[in-house]
């Protein structure tokens, strides 16, 4: 009798996680980085044909005020900065986006990230699209969108857009308004309410509440707004008492690194679901983790696979949605489960 209780609940579970995973989302972190290099245009329609429900843009400014997509703030891990322009390094070795103007950036070529080891170039993901192979570039913001929305109408789908406001102080200490420049043209192009598809994401609190409190009403659209949160160290406060309450004032969902939702310390034999998760949608918050990737050395070895850290995090932690940068993968996942 008590296995058949047993085995019930076990059904009862999966038949409702099959119901719920039809309202789980993927993201494709900076495209389907899996496959081709990071924020270009050719990655974001891979991962669009891919099924991706949402498309993820990190946006920085350039000198001139165009909104560029690119992950840092700076330009020398993707491009070819350094060949092209090596007289623009800042004093700490950097090239900056903001020190560019979009024509300038608009010359450089695009390619797989990677990190120097003396003056050698090393390719960050060894497995992944070969660096300095065939031809990308940087693109605007506003290039992303007409891509994307471009396909929604040729596909009859409807694809969201996730953008991520980069360093916003770092640009307000530039004399650069990021935020409202990437809330007015989100408006420009039908972004106005949280029925919308988009997420605007930003990692700093103090960000998202001008967002919210002043941008947001001054510009004239409501949108969902994320909270990023890399560490429980930055914004203490989000994990104490109350604090997933305050911070859904201001907030529609998080977007904590994945080792916040299942700790890192995990095993095989005690995987150690945190708190986390339950208390975000306590708030009606959503929970969006980042980056779920199946490089090499990049699934916990709480999981063994990729199906299986997905399995752990959707149907176990219950998460909303994940950032990866395998959209493909993730689709079948959710499609077979």
């Not at 990230?113 to 090393?122: T, W």
């Not at 009859?156 to 409202?180: A, L, M, N, V, W």
């Not at 659209?221 to 004032?249: D, S, V």
Request: no cysteine; net charge negative.
């Amino acid at each position: 009798m008590r296995l058949l209780t047993v085995f019930l609940a076990l059904l009862s579970s999966l038949v409702t996680f099959k119901t719920l995973s039809a309202e789980k989302i993927i993201i494709a972190h900076r495209g389907a980085s899996g496959y081709l290099p990071e924020h270009t245009l050719a990655g974001k329609a891979m991962a669009y044909a891919m099924g991706a429900h949402y498309i993820e843009q990190d946006v920085v400014m350039t000198k001139d005020d165009a909104l560029i997509v690119l992950h840092d703030i700076t330009l020398d891990r993707t491009t070819d900065v350094s060949e092209k322009f090596p007289n623009r390094i800042r004093d700490n070795g950097r090239y900056y986006a903001i020190d560019f103007t979009l024509e300038e950036i608009r010359s450089l070529s695009a390619t797989e990230g990677f990190r120097l080891r003396g003056d050698e170039r090393v390719q960050g993901y060894q497995n992944r699209f070969p660096m300095n192979s065939s031809s990308f570039s940087v693109s605007t913001l506003e290039e992303e969108i007409q891509l994307i929305q471009g396909l929604n109408k040729s596909t009859g789908k409807d694809i969201g857009i996730y953008p991520e406001i980069k360093q916003p102080k770092f640009h307000r200490d530039e004399g650069k308004d990021i935020s409202t420049a990437v809330v007015r043209l989100l408006k420009e192009y039908g972004y106005l309410s949280k029925s919308d598809k988009v997420f605007l994401q930003t990692f700093s609190f103090e960000e998202l509440k001008e967002i919210k409190t002043n941008i947001f009403p001054e510009v004239g659209i409501e949108i969902n707004l994320i909270q990023l949160i890399g560490n429980n160290t930055t914004y203490p406060w989000i994990f104490e008492e109350g604090g997933m309450k305050k911070l859904a004032n201001f907030a529609d969902g998080i977007g904590p690194e994945k080792g916040l939702v299942i700790s890192r310390e995990s095993t095989a034999s005690n995987v150690q679901i945190t708190s986390l998760v339950s208390r975000a949608h306590a708030a009606g918050l959503k929970v969006h983790p980042y980056t779920y990737r199946l490089d090499p050395g990049q699934v916990p070895d709480y999981a063994g696979n990729f199906d299986e850290l997905l399995r752990k995090h959707f149907q176990d932690a219950d998460v909303d949605g994940v950032f990866t940068d395998f959209p493909d993968k993730a689709i079948q996942f959710l499609q077979s489960n």
